[in-house]
């Protein structure tokens, strides 16, 4: 049981992680600040139903001691130390593993936080010019350029909040991640309630384009073909998901159309949806064997890249999803793709931060959890 009353929290928590504008799955996380104590969500809980348990009681003295040390340069043993710094700044008796980012929810002077990650803030944060529109559209908002995420966004947002100080009266209630998403915090959840109300409305007035997720005609035969070569494949007689709408089949018409899909803009896609789909194209089915042929290429992308794909996309034909969790999460790439159109166009994160939550521990372990 908490220490303390967290009902507040659980109710916003599940009222957020219910409402798929503004996280899927296991995204997003939450907290509350009371006495020396912060609760906050622990890693392999959805928002949606999460329960008491599923959050950490976290003595706020021991984690704020955590930037009196001094970490090694080196990523792997620098994220080791910090991890199990976190899990010491547990209040006693906890046994839940802390969110990735119960550090960067420590140093914001709020008593509720409620980060989440909707597919139109995304739309922003993903943007080429993201940043100059954040400016713009929400002046008193800080903007965190992409960094690796961990002990160095918390870092970069706290030395952030420094500098925003410096020129403002009080402290930021929201701040926004580049390719990430967003945190909003403040006292109460009304104010919470307000901040997001406002963000939203405010980027629907600005988005010149929203995707178009009508149906459309496949060609049966073909996506027969990809059943059998993807049962084959993975291994599992079961029908696969399949994503065919008038958003994704005008990304399938060639290479140049799904560049905009063809990599990952968020963590949560990387976990869920992986780093990047699998492209196939058409020619395959002019082939004497075209199932064979897109088993090799299954084949050859696990074996050059150490996974399998989770996402198949099939050049006019439709995309496949090796999950319903997958689907979902590319079902939001194609979302954000749609959204960056009215901020710049799209801008994917970087190759090395995409390596980075790859081979991250912290993500291995999200990742296990919703395998």
């Known amino acids: 049981m908490a220490q303390h009353e967290i009902g507040a929290l659980l109710e916003v928590s599940r009222r957020y992680g219910t409402d798929a504008r503004y996280v899927l799955l296991g995204g997003g996380n939450t907290s509350y600040k009371i006495d020396d104590v912060m609760y906050v969500k622990a890693s392999g809980h959805a928002l949606g139903t ?47 593993r802390p969110s990735v980012e119960a550090l960067l929810h420590g140093i914001i ?81 009304g104010e919470i309630d307000a901040l997001y109300t406002t963000i939203m409305e405010t980027l629907n007035h600005a988005i010149v384009r929203k995707p178009v997720f009508s149906e459309v005609k496949v060609d049966a035969q073909r996506v027969d073909m990809v ?10 007689p079961k029908t696969y998901p399949v ?13 140049e159309s799904f560049s905009s899909i063809s990599s990952a803009y968020t963590p949560d896609h990387i976990v869920y949806s992986g780093f990047k789909p699998l492209w196939i194209d058409e020619t395959v089915f002019g082939q004497d064997e075209p199932v064979q042929a897109m088993v090799s290429a299954m084949r050859t992308f696990e074996q050059m890249h150490g996974v399998p794909a989770k996402i198949i996309a099939v050049q006019k034909t439709a995309a496949f999803a090796v999950s319903e969790a997958a689907l979902v999460l590319f079902l939001d790439t194609v979302k954000v793709s749609a959204f960056t159109e009215s901020f710049g166009g799209p801008r994917f994160m970087d190759d090395d931060q995409i390596d980075f939550i790859r081979t991250w521990e912290v993500e291995q372990y999200r990742s296990n959890l919703n395998a």
């Open 227 to 236: 059943q059998q070569a993807m049962q084959l494949h993975y291994g599992s």
């Open 109 to 189: 002077p709020f008593t509720y936080v409620v980060h989440l990650h909707p597919a139109m803030v995304n739309g922003l944060t993903c943007g080429q010019s993201g940043k100059e529109w954040a400016q713009k559209l929400f002046p008193d908002a800080i903007w965190i350029p992409l960094v690796n995420p961990g002990y160095i966004l918390a870092k970069t947002v706290r030395d952030a909040q420094q500098e925003y100080v410096k020129s403002h009266a009080n402290q930021a209630t929201t701040i926004f991640l580049q390719n990430h998403g967003v945190f909003v915090a403040s006292d109460t959840i």
């Open 243 to 255: 994503i065919a709408n008038r958003e994704v089949a005008n990304r399938l018409t060639d290479p």
């Open 50 to 96: 999460i329960a008491e348990d599923g959050f950490v009681a976290m003595s706020m003295p021991r984690l704020m001691a955590i930037w009196e040390k001094t970490y090694p340069a080196d990523t792997v043993k620098r994220e080791e130390e910090v991890l199990a710094d976190l899990m010491g700044a547990r209040s006693e008796g906890q046994t839940g």
